[in-house]
């Protein structure tokens, strides 16, 4: 399951700066139309910026699916294994505990 966990980092990493690098080339085309046409551009810019905001809406609802598809395997291994999970959570919190605790008495 950790290897799982990994990929899925990857993944929604370089997803991540895949939505970037496209924003910013967007950005880019946007700052050329300005320059090239000034005050007239204003239609045009509207447009490209309406491309823009869908293309990156329907980036993170894939996202977003992607995550959902996550949690998914996430709750059916708690569903497969209840006590363990519970366990877990419980030693999570028992280690927090630990670290910020020692930090409150610094």
Do not use: W, Y
């Amino acid at each position: 399951m950790e290897k799982r966990d990994k990929d899925f980092e990857a993944t929604a990493e370089t997803s991540l700066d895949d939505i970037k690098r496209d924003l910013d080339m967007k950005i880019d085309q946007i700052r050329a139309e300005l320059k090239e046409k000034g005050p007239e551009a204003v239609e045009s810019i509207e447009e490209s910026l309406n491309d823009l905001k869908a293309s990156l809406e329907d980036r993170l609802n894939d996202f977003h699916a992607s995550i959902d598809d996550q949690l998914e395997v996430g709750r059916k291994e708690i569903r497969r294994q209840p006590l363990l999970a519970v366990g877990v959570a419980v030693l999570v919190g028992v280690v927090a505990g630990m670290i910020l605790g020692r930090k409150c008495k610094d």
